[in-house]
């Protein structure tokens, strides 16, 4: 799979805080059982690397990422636990150097044109704009899209319900970054019935 078409495959993105290792695959099916199967698991828990684990090794219809990684290590780390894909909300030049000698999709995160160029120089048109709404959000994307017409975003942060149809009308938008799909009292309730739902709406938008 290209960067291209995995932000191609659902219109919205969940990123996802997993705290419980044990909860991920009861998760996993709840949101794909909505109709999105592509799942970032952001770095930011010491149960990250076990979710991602436990999902490929008992969900193959699931496409499931590492988000937050920061430096090479994360993103070692991330594949050694079976991500498919990773996600960084920034750029490094170290960072960009291990992306590149991976064969796996890696969306690099930027939030001015000149971070998006440096992407694009290193060899990657897809990317994620971080934090969306804090740095421009549509505005930013539609007066990217004139000089840089051949990237594609994943705008991240500040993206809700209200404002995710705006974001994917947008010409450069593949898909936004929801992390409103799993919300913490759903997840401690294992309300999976309440998460396929909200799933299934985000899945129902349109780009």
């Known amino acids: 799979m290209t960067p291209h078409e995995l932000l191609r495959a659902a219109p919205v993105m969940p990123v996802l805080v997993v705290r419980d290792a044990a909860l991920a695959v009861d998760l996993a099916h709840a949101l794909i059982a909505g109709g999105l199967r592509t799942l970032e698991i952001t770095l930011r828990t010491p149960a990250a690397l076990e979710a991602i684990s436990s999902i490929r090794q008992q969900i193959p219809g699931a496409l ?20 498919q894909f990773g996600i960084s909300p920034g750029l490094t030049p170290a960072l960009l150097e291990a992306a590149r000698r991976s064969e796996r999709p890696f969306l690099p995160g930027v939030s ?14 897809a990317l994620k704009l971080f934090p969306a709404e804090a740095v421009g959000g549509q505005a930013l994307l539609k007066s990217l899209h004139g000089p840089l017409p051949q990237l594609l975003f994943c705008p991240t ?18 898909c936004v970054g929801g992390s409103w799909l799993a919300p913490e009292a759903a997840m401690e309730a294992r309300n999976w019935q309440a ?8 899945a129902s938008l349109r780009r």
């Open 64 to 83: 499931v990422g590492a988000g937050t990684v920061l430096n090479p290590a994360d993103w070692l780390r991330a594949q050694e636990a079976g991500a």
């Open 112 to 125: 001015t044109a000149s971070e998006a160029m440096t992407a694009m120089d290193a060899g990657f048109t």
């Open 157 to 174: 942060g500040g993206i809700h319900p209200g404002n995710a149809g705006a974001y994917l009308a947008l010409p450069n938008v593949g």
């Open 195 to 202: 998460i396929t739902e909200l799933a299934r709406q985000a």
